[in-house]
C-alpha cells in the first residue's frame, strides 16, 4: 500500500520556513509534557522506602501522559517532513515502514507539504487561496497610431479610426483620424498650363 502522495511533493519556500518555525515550540511543549508526566517518578526516586502504592500512582501519571509525548513527537516528526525531509529515509530512520508514518503524520502540519503557506500570526499558517495567487490579465489597451492625438472630446472613436480610415460623426462636427489622400483642388489647372507653353514657345 502507498503513502500519501502529498508527503512526495516538493516542499515550498512557505512549507520550509514554517517549519523552521514551528518546530522550536512543539519542542518546548514535548519537554513540559515530558516533565509533567516524570514528576511522579522524579519525586519516586527520592522517596527512600516507596509503597507499592507510590509506585503504580509513579507509573499511571507517567503513562497517562504518553500520549500527549506522543502527539508532540509526531508533529515534529511532522515539521520534519514539512521541510524537507523524505518520508522513506525518515521511515528507515525510524525502524518502521513508510505506509506506518505515513499513518503516524495523517493531521500534522505535514498535510500541507507541497503547498503555498502564508504566516497568519504567531506559530499560525495557512495555505494561500486561489485569490490569494490570482493576477489580473487586464491590460489597458493603449490607442494605435494617431488616433491617440486625434480622439474627439466626447472619447468616441471607432476601430476604423484607430486605422486611419474612419469618420466619427459627433452632431455636426467631422472628424477624420489617419492620414487622407491629397484634395484634388490643389492640382493645376490643365487649360493654364496649356497657355503657359504657348506664351513660352511664342517668346522664345
Not at 491590460?139 to 472630446?153: D, F, R
Not at 455636426?172 to 487649360?191: C, I, L, N
Amino acid at each position: 500500500m502507498a503513502y500519501s502522495m502529498h508527503l512526495k511533493k516538493t516542499p515550498t519556500g512557505g512549507n520550509q520556513r514554517a517549519a523552521q518555525e514551528l518546530a522550536p515550540g512543539f519542542a518546548a511543549d514535548a519537554l513540559r509534557a515530558i516533565r509533567s508526566a516524570a514528576e511522579a517518578l522524579n519525586a519516586l526516586s527520592k522517596t527512600g522506602a516507596p509503597t507499592p502504592e507510590q509506585t503504580l500512582s509513579a507509573v499511571l501519571t507517567w503513562r497517562a501522559g504518553q500520549a500527549e509525548i506522543q502527539r508532540l513527537e509526531r508533529e515534529l516528526l511532522g515539521c520534519a517532513v514539512l521541510g524537507g525531509a523524505a518520508t522513506s529515509t525518515t521511515a528507515t530512520k525510524l525502524s518502521v515502514r513508510p505506509q506506518t508514518l505515513s499513518s503516524w503524520l495523517a493531521g500534522t502540519v505535514s498535510d500541507l507539504r507541497g503547498r503555498e503557506l502564508k504566516r497568519v500570526g504567531d506559530g499560525k499558517w495557512e495555505p494561500l487561496q486561489p485569490a490569494d495567487l490570482h493576477v489580473s490579465d487586464y491590460e489597458p489597451k493603449n490607442p494605435v497610431g494617431p488616433a491617440a492625438a486625434s480622439q474627439p472630446a466626447d472619447g468616441r472613436y471607432t476601430s476604423q479610426d484607430a486605422a486611419g480610415t474612419g469618420v466619427n460623426q459627433v452632431g455636426t462636427r467631422q472628424v477624420s483620424v489617419g492620414a487622407s489622400a491629397p484634395s484634388r483642388s490643389s492640382e493645376p489647372d490643365a487649360a493654364a498650363v496649356e497657355a503657359t507653353v504657348r506664351d513660352a514657345i511664342g517668346g522664345a
